[in-house]
């Protein structure tokens, strides 16, 4: 038994990058985000793989109020840009897991949805002026470019509480407050709708 428990606890430190390679600046950062970058459930989102421009300027955001939260607020005010820019780098060179298949919009036939999740995903409702979420985030929602980030395989509790913040303008700073238009018109049964199929995704 003692012999498997050694093996784990190597195989365990094999798998995490080394020491080295993680930028000082991002020290503080791993007790949530985890060396693997993917977070954990109801403490830190997945930050893997993000286009390091995004997750820089999410960086920004927190330092200037746009985005509030009571552990990031403080967690990243003493980054200067070289901090920033180390620490955006590091995460965004992390393997993320990527969508087992990719469907794109017009590939699903709208009468075939009837999970709510997946229609919003998907077709959107435009009668409220609600796009689908794919139409920026892309097919299962893998991210477009800098601006949009990836959403599959998300954690559910992370995608829903950032809509709320959406809506009640403790998140702002993107452009033309595209989101904050969006997260307004949902309800609070179709965040947690959505919100579950990003994060039920599967990935790879």
């Known amino acids: 038994m003692k012999k498997l428990m050694f093996l784990a606890s190597a195989l365990a430190l094999n798998a995490m990058p080394a020491s080295a390679d993680i930028p000082p600046q991002a020290a503080a950062c791993i007790a949530c985000h985890q060396t693997t970058g993917l977070g954990m459930p109801h403490l830190a989102p997945a930050t893997a793989g993000m286009p390091a421009t995004y997750i820089a300027e999410q960086i920004r955001h927190f330092q200037t109020g746009e985005r509030k939260n009571a552990i990031m607020q403080p967690m990243v005010a003493a980054l200067d840009e070289a901090g920033i820019k180390a620490v955006s780098e590091w995460f965004a060179s992390l393997p993320l897991p990527q969508p087992v298949a ?14 709510l999740g997946e229609k919003l995903a998907y077709l959107g409702a435009w009668e409220r002026n609600i796009p689908s979420c794919v139409s920026c985030h892309g097919p299962e929602g893998i991210g477009v470019g800098d601006t949009f980030p990836h959403l599959a395989g998300q954690h559910a509790d992370y995608i829903e509480s950032q809509l709320h913040a959406w809506q009640k303008g403790t998140r702002t700073g993107d452009s033309h407050d595209l989101m904050g238009h969006i997260a307004e ?11 579950s199929y990003f994060a039920n995704v599967e990935t790879k």
């Not at 990719?102 to 075939?112: D, I, M």
């Not at 018109?185 to 965040?191: M, R, V, Y």
């Open 102 to 115: 990719l469907t794109p919009r017009g590939e699903k036939a709208p009468q075939e949805i009837t999970d």
């Open 185 to 195: 018109k949902l309800t609070a049964e179709e965040i947690t709708a959505v919100a």
